[in-house]
């Protein structure tokens, strides 16, 4: 088990044809889009966190290059 | 007499506890700044008087020697450390180079992925160099522009601390400092407009911002609450929500708005603030103590007392803790009216200190309770009008 495996980045293309929705063009680099794309990519994740670390209150658990 | 936390709670049935996987590292006690709100000094809990200015390399060794262990015990391959204080930058780089060496020896069997918190004071040339050199990232805390940074956060003379922050965010946001900034905290004052700290921080796009809400509580109300049933706050964020929401491209995480809309998708929570997933984190005294939340001594003196530390006790012990198991079993921890709401599986109740008082202890619904359903509400009902339209 790997908990605390990061999410690998996926389009957003990927993640709304996924979650059974049409057009993706729309939401291309919206801020919906990138949630969508992160919450696709973590789905299949391991851990207790579905591959999403969980950040402090207080602080960030995440490099830059792993935001979305 | 005041109630423990593991008295205050709903004892939690036997739950499966997820392991740690975040370390919360407070490396130095003191801090070079008296921010006015700050849970850690300006609070009920004042243990940091008793703790070590800073921690020693036999504790960093025996951290490391936990984390190894717990890493071995739940089969990690990575976990987080985060440089927490006080003020971490307060050890000097020949120090904190040192510690970081401590906590990393023994941890043979786990990759070590490093973070910080940093108010930015000290955070310069030389420090951006040892955190690329190290793969460190930091976040900073910064409020905003210079009226509303100063406003709060100021040193023990009372001098602003706007320059020394400004000086880390042109760093962080250079090409070169990118790669090792984990992005910006920033506590929200309701006598700030909202677009104008928004639009100053989206200048540096930092990677994550988190706008969050004063530490407060049934008998310590935040600024603004003076009464539960409104809605400052979240009135204050939906006008940031809604100008983030439309801008595009968009680069930044805001990670406030990024959690509402995940748990309402049925994902995952990425802040202990939000969400019923058990918490993953604990924090390390620097004298080796264990703690479940430092953000609780805001409520009271010992709140976050475990009554554990590295050198007696395993991570695992911690896990065994009642604190640690209420806070992995989130759900048992819920007052009624929270267990009965339709939106608990987005606020999870609420953040854990904002629950607290005196006469129910952690068995209320969260003080900014009014504010964070309309805040869900208003953009759940955006993003689901947005799907819809693509379904």
Same mark, same amino acid.
Not at chain 2, 159 to 165: D, E, K, L, T, Y
Not at chain 2, 211 to 235: E, I, N
Not at chain 2, 279 to 298: F, P, S
């Given at each position: 088990?790997?908990?605390?495996?990061?999410?690998?980045?996926?389009?957003?293309?990927?993640?709304? &044809?996924?979650?059974?929705?049409? !057009?993706?063009? &729309?939401?291309?680099?919206?801020?919906?889009?990138?949630?969508?794309?992160?919450?696709?990519? !973590?789905?299949?994740?391991?851990?207790? &966190?579905?591959?999403?670390?969980?950040? !402090?209150?207080?602080?960030?658990?995440?490099?830059?290059?792993? !935001?979305? | 007499?005041?109630?423990? *936390?593991?008295?205050?709670?709903?004892?939690?049935?036997?739950?499966?506890?997820?392991?740690?996987?975040?370390?919360?590292?407070?490396?130095?006690?003191?801090?070079?700044?008296?921010?006015?709100?700050?849970?850690? @000094?300006? +609070?009920?809990?004042?243990?940091?008087?008793?703790?070590?200015?800073?921690?020693?390399?036999?504790?960093?060794?025996?951290?490391?020697?936990? *984390?190894?262990?717990?890493?071995?015990? +739940?089969?990690?391959?990575?976990?987080?450390? /985060?440089?927490?204080?006080?003020?971490?930058?307060?050890?000097?780089?020949?120090?904190?180079?040192?510690?970081?060496?401590?906590?990393?020896?023994?941890?043979?069997?786990?990759?070590?992925?490093?973070?910080?918190?940093?108010?930015?004071?000290?955070?310069?040339?030389?420090?951006?160099?040892?955190?690329?050199?190290?793969?460190?990232?930091? %976040?900073?805390?910064?409020?905003?522009?210079?009226?509303?940074?100063?406003?709060?956060?100021?040193?023990?003379?009372?001098?602003? #601390?706007?320059?020394?922050?400004?000086?880390?965010?042109?760093?962080?946001?250079?090409?070169?400092?990118?790669?090792?900034?984990?992005?910006?905290?920033?506590?929200?004052?309701?006598? +700030?407009?909202?677009?104008?700290? @928004?639009?100053?921080?989206?200048?540096?796009?930092?990677?994550? *911002?988190?706008?969050?809400?004063?530490?407060?509580?049934?008998?310590?109300?935040?600024?603004?609450?003076? #009464?539960?049933?409104?809605?400052?706050?979240?009135?204050?964020?939906?006008?940031?929500?809604?100008?983030?929401?439309?801008?595009?491209?968009?680069? /930044?995480?805001?990670?406030?708005?990024?959690?509402?809309?995940?748990?309402?998708?049925?994902?995952?929570?990425? #802040?202990?603030?939000?969400?019923?997933?058990?918490?993953?984190?604990?924090?390390?005294?620097?004298?080796?103590?264990?703690?479940?939340?430092?953000?609780?001594?805001?409520?009271?003196?010992?709140?976050?007392?475990? %009554?554990?530390?590295?050198?007696?006790?395993?991570?695992?012990?911690?896990?065994?803790?009642?604190?640690?198991?209420?806070?992995?079993?989130?759900?048992?921890?819920?007052?009624?009216?929270?267990?009965?709401?339709?939106?608990?599986?987005?606020?999870?109740?609420?953040?854990?200190? +904002?629950?607290?008082?005196?006469?129910?202890?952690?068995?209320?619904?969260?003080?900014?309770?009014?504010?964070?359903?309309?805040? /869900?509400?208003? /953009?759940?009902?955006?993003?689901?009008?947005?799907?819809?339209?693509?379904?």
């Amino acid at each position: 088990m790997d908990q605390a495996r990061e999410s690998s980045p996926v389009d957003v293309s990927t993640a709304l &044809a996924d979650f059974g929705l049409g !057009s993706v063009d &729309a939401l291309e680099g919206s801020a919906l889009g990138n949630i969508l794309t992160e919450v696709y990519a !973590s789905r299949d994740g391991a851990g207790a &966190a579905g591959g999403v670390m969980h950040s !402090s209150h207080s602080s960030f658990s995440q490099h830059s290059s792993t !935001s979305w | 007499m005041r109630p423990k *936390i593991r008295d205050a709670l709903t004892p939690a049935a036997a739950v499966t506890t997820a392991p740690m996987t975040t370390f919360i590292c407070k490396v130095a006690s003191r801090c070079n700044l008296d921010c006015d709100y700050c849970y850690v @000094y300006r +609070h009920a809990d004042q243990s940091w008087r008793r703790q070590p200015q800073r921690m020693s390399m036999r504790t960093a060794a025996q951290l490391g020697r936990r *984390i190894n262990e717990h890493a071995m015990t +739940h089969h990690l391959r990575e976990v987080n450390v /985060i440089l927490h204080g006080g003020e971490p930058l307060l050890l000097g780089l020949p120090y904190l180079r040192e510690l970081c060496d401590a906590i990393t020896e023994p941890t043979k069997n786990v990759t070590i992925r490093w973070h910080g918190q940093t108010n930015g004071v000290l955070y310069d040339e030389a420090t951006l160099e040892f955190c690329r050199e190290r793969n460190l990232s930091f %976040g900073l805390s910064i409020d905003g522009p210079a009226e509303a940074h100063d406003r709060h956060r100021v040193d023990h003379a009372g001098r602003p #601390s706007f320059a020394g922050a400004h000086r880390a965010l042109t760093l962080l946001s250079s090409d070169w400092g990118r790669p090792v900034w984990g992005g910006v905290l920033a506590v929200i004052d309701l006598r +700030h407009d909202p677009l104008e700290v @928004y639009r100053f921080l989206r200048g540096f796009e930092p990677p994550n *911002i988190d706008f969050l809400l004063p530490l407060g509580h049934h008998d310590l109300r935040p600024p603004g609450k003076d #009464s539960p049933g409104t809605t400052p706050y979240a009135d204050w964020l939906l006008r940031i929500f809604r100008e983030w929401y439309d801008e595009r491209p968009q680069p /930044i995480r805001i990670r406030r708005f990024r959690d509402v809309v995940a748990l309402h998708l049925g994902a995952q929570n990425s #802040s202990e603030e939000w969400g019923l997933q058990p918490v993953d984190l604990i924090v390390v005294e620097t004298n080796g103590g264990l703690q479940a939340v430092d953000t609780l001594k805001v409520t009271f003196e010992g709140a976050c007392d475990l %009554g554990l530390n590295v050198f007696d006790h395993s991570f695992d012990d911690a896990l065994r803790s009642p604190s640690v198991r209420a806070r992995q079993d989130a759900w048992a921890t819920l007052s009624p009216i929270c267990q009965a709401c339709d939106l608990v599986r987005v606020c999870g109740g609420g953040y854990f200190p +904002h629950r607290y008082s005196a006469e129910a202890g952690f068995n209320n619904p969260s003080v900014y309770c009014a504010d964070l359903m309309k805040l /869900i509400r208003e /953009i759940t009902t955006v993003v689901d009008q947005d799907l819809a339209r693509l379904a």
